[in-house]
């Protein structure tokens, strides 16, 4: 029995086991991206060069058109943030997308070895017969790297 301490936290102790179609990841992390660089970029770019440019300064006395310009410098460093974040998301985004294909693409073969390796154990016993045969028998043969 594993002692509770290595077990993790009770609330995660429930659920399953993780499955993620890491070619559906790749290929999502790529669509992201070229959708921003084509679709999205190009104007962000426009808003951007549109919103850089400050209104004048309001005249002394006429209060609210001061607090009018104040309101819309919050609003247009609003939106100028906004825009780079959502671009500096986006691909954070595809690139974790990415780099979780790329870190777990080998995983499946490991765990296949590791089965595979199961299998040649039972296959020395009298239960031999009541398994499957190996569908890849390259797995075994090169010690899993395939």
Request: proline share 4%; aromatic share 8%; hydrophobic share 40%.
């Amino acid at each position: 029995m594993i002692p509770d301490e290595d077990r993790g936290p009770a609330w995660l102790r429930d659920y399953g086991d993780i499955e993620a179609d890491l070619r559906a990841m790749e290929e999502f992390a790529a669509a992201l991206k070229e959708d921003v660089e084509r679709g999205y970029a190009p104007r962000a770019l426009a808003v951007s060069d549109t919103m850089v440019s400050a209104l004048p300064e309001a005249d002394e006395r006429f209060a609210e058109l001061r607090q009018f310009r104040q309101a819309h410098e919050r609003a247009r460093e609003a939106a100028l943030r906004n825009v780079c974040d959502f671009t500096d998301g986006t691909y954070g985004l595809a690139d974790a997308a990415h780099e979780v294909s790329e870190r777990y693409r080998g995983s499946d073969a490991f765990a296949r070895a590791r089965v595979t390796d199961v299998q040649a154990g039972f296959r020395t016993t009298a239960t031999a017969d009541r398994l499957p045969p190996d569908r890849d028998s390259r797995m075994r043969d090169d010690g899993g790297a395939g």
